[in-house]
């Protein structure tokens, strides 16, 4: 069931949402998910974890359990919305006998563009994307990175003010990965507002501004990537020798030793100092000192682990409505 709730700021506010197949399987749990409206979003998740079921319930293509919340302001499912947005499914398939050019027309049409505007359009971005080449040829004759290219164009061809991508850089090289970013980058520029699903943790890093990860079901992570690794940041100070009879004046510092160094969490310069200084004094050389901040990577690998280890924690993990509106 989708029920209407009250409009909002945000491109995306969606609460509670569930989602039961027959067999009692649950491929979501009650995932709370907001995207402010000129950002790009990243959804992060293992395989199974409900990401492209999310997706499918935004745009409408399979109806959820339950559901409160708005896209563009509107409530789910809301037909002029609709169409403010733009979508590349998924393992799309288009009909291969149409050429790139006569596709983006169809779709263009489908979405009541102006005829006068599809040529036009569907120029400039065959353009943008590389494909101009090949806007005369059939797509039975494309390959894979190519198809993900003009589902790209496709998906931007009623100038959406909401674009929908799920994995859009499958099957594109790296050339055309870094072309689909700088895109992505440029529509943030316009105002518009990207929602990503990707497996690609290091694509995600590069253009997302926030990002939320799914895991069985539920949000176990949401936040701007600064706020998703604040606590993640550690020194590394690597030695020579056995640290092993150093263990507990480390532990009490506020480190703790590993094979060839001391690990310290945070950055904090005193307890850095005070650790280099117990090394030092006990004879043994520094032969380096690391300052890191976890990657995205790391952040999904320790959210995985953490649900494997405690069931709840993903619940626990739920941005709470309450707590989220600061765009309203």
Not at 33 to 50: D, K, Y
Not at 269 to 274: H, T
Request: with cysteine; glycine share 10%.
């Amino acid at each position: 069931m989708v029920e209407m709730t009250e409009m909002t700021n945000w491109a995306v506010d969606l609460i509670g949402v569930r989602k039961r197949y027959r067999g009692g399987v649950d491929a979501l749990r009650g995932v709370n998910i907001q995207v402010g409206q000129g950002e790009i979003f990243g959804l992060l998740g293992p395989n199974g974890a409900g990401k492209t079921t999310l997706v499918k319930i935004m745009m409408t293509v399979i109806r959820p359990s339950n559901a409160l919340g708005t896209i563009l302001g509107r409530p789910i499912g809301n037909s002029r919305k609709l169409a403010r947005i733009g979508y590349l499914p998924e393992s799309h398939r288009f009909p291969p006998y149409l050429t790139g050019a006569q596709l983006l027309n169809y779709y263009a049409a489908l979405a009541r563009v102006p005829r006068k505007l599809r040529k036009s359009r569907s120029g400039d971005l065959l353009e943008r994307m590389g494909m101009s080449k090949w806007a005369n040829t059939t797509i039975s004759k494309y390959s894979k990175g190519m198809m993900q290219r003009l589902g790209l164009a496709q998906a931007l061809m009623n100038d959406p003010d909401l674009i929908v991508l799920d994995e859009p850089t499958d099957g594109v090289d790296p050339m055309g990965r870094r072309d689909i970013r700088e895109l992505l980058l440029d529509l943030k520029k316009q105002g518009k507002t990207v929602l990503i699903n990707s497996h690609l943790l290091g694509e995600l890093e590069m253009v997302c501004d926030r990002v939320s990860i799914l895991v069985d079901g539920l949000v176990a992570r949401q936040g701007t990537l600064k706020e998703l690794t604040e606590q993640s940041k550690e020194y590394r100070i690597v030695v020579d020798g056995d640290l092993a009879p150093l263990d507990a004046q480390v532990k009490s510092i506020g480190g703790r030793v590993m094979t060839g160094a001391v690990m310290l969490r945070g950055h904090d310069s005193e307890k850095v100092n005070a650790v280099i200084d117990l090394l030092r004094q006990n004879g043994h050389l520094i032969e380096s000192v690391e300052k890191r901040r976890f990657s995205l990577e790391d952040v999904f690998v320790k959210a995985m682990a953490s649900a494997a280890t405690a069931p709840n924690s993903a619940a626990q993990g739920q941005t709470s409505r309450a707590g989220s509106k600061v765009n309203r």
